[in-house]
T-cell receptor
Framework: NAGVTQTPKFQVLKTGQSMTLQCAQD?????MSWYRQDPGMGLRLIHYSVGAGITDQGEVPNGYNVSRSTTEDFPLRLLSAAPSQTSVYFCASRRGKMGETQYFGPGTRLLVL | AQKITQTQPGMFVQEKEAVTLDCTYD???????LFWYKQPSSGEMIFLIYQGSYDQQNATEGRYSLNFQKARKSANLVISASQLGDSAMYFC??????????????FGKGTKLTVNP
């Protein structure tokens, strides 16, 4: 199993550009989520999905869209990039039971100029 | 309101000694789970240990143990026999959810652990 994969690993955008961060998992996990990590802070939840076709907002959803058309994929879209979205983005997945940990992808480092 | 508090921005420990990383939490949900993650300088998030709110015993995983004091709302991580490879950021996190399916994992700000030879 590849686990959780994310592409790209690093991306530079100009303010106003749009892009999609890709996330895929091959563990047949029901739950998938996107987090961002800023310096000096822990991870903050952006959006999450509890199954194909079902998404919901997390703590910091503004400026981001998600969709979940398949169990495996959960892309994160930046509609109009802003410097405040410079961060490291982690995708995670897990099974649906309470005690199950998230399995994190390697992260995408995004710089918005 | 901040739900996870890690009061130690940085900690130092000598190799082979034990170290405790503090974590306090706040929730009104009777059902919740507490997690500890390690983030080395390479950036990946590594799951270490889990404690459920209804678990009667403290969780242990190899050299990691979780000192769970429910009444005090604390979930401290204890690392025994520290190794140089333990140098990393450590995050405490909590997931609420009486339904068992809450996805809102809330993280603390982390503690940077440095293991000295």
């Amino acid at each position: 199993n590849a686990g959780v994969t994310q592409t790209p690993k690093f991306q530079v955008l100009k303010t106003g550009q749009s892009m999609t961060l890709q996330c895929a998992q091959d563990m047949n996990h029901e739950y998938m989520s996107w987090y961002r990590q800023d310096p000096g802070m822990g991870l903050r939840l952006i959006h999450y999905s509890v199954g194909a076709g079902i998404t919901d907002q997390g703590e910091v959803p503004n400026g981001y869209n998600v969709s979940r058309s398949t169990t495996e994929d959960f892309p994160l879209r930046l509609l109009s990039a802003a410097p405040s979205q410079t961060s490291v983005y982690f995708c995670a997945s897990r099974r649906g039971k309470m005690g199950e940990t998230q399995y994190f992808g390697p992260g995408t480092r995004l710089l918005v100029l | 309101a901040q739900k996870i508090t890690q009061t130690q921005p940085g900690m130092f420990v000598q190799e082979k000694e034990a170290v405790t990383l503090d974590c306090t939490y706040d929730t009104s949900d009777p059902s919740y789970g507490l997690f500890w993650y390690k983030q080395p300088s390479s950036g990946e998030m590594i799951f270490l240990i889990y404690q459920g709110s209804y678990d009667q015993q403290n969780a242990t995983e190899g050299r990691y143990s979780l000192n769970f004091q429910k009444a005090r709302k604390s979930a401290n991580l204890v690392i025994s026999a520290s190794q140089l490879g333990d140098s990393a950021m450590y995050f405490c996190a909590m997931r609420e959810g009486s339904q068992g399916g809450s996805e809102k994992l809330v993280f603390g700000k982390g503690t940077k652990l440095t293991v000295n030879p």
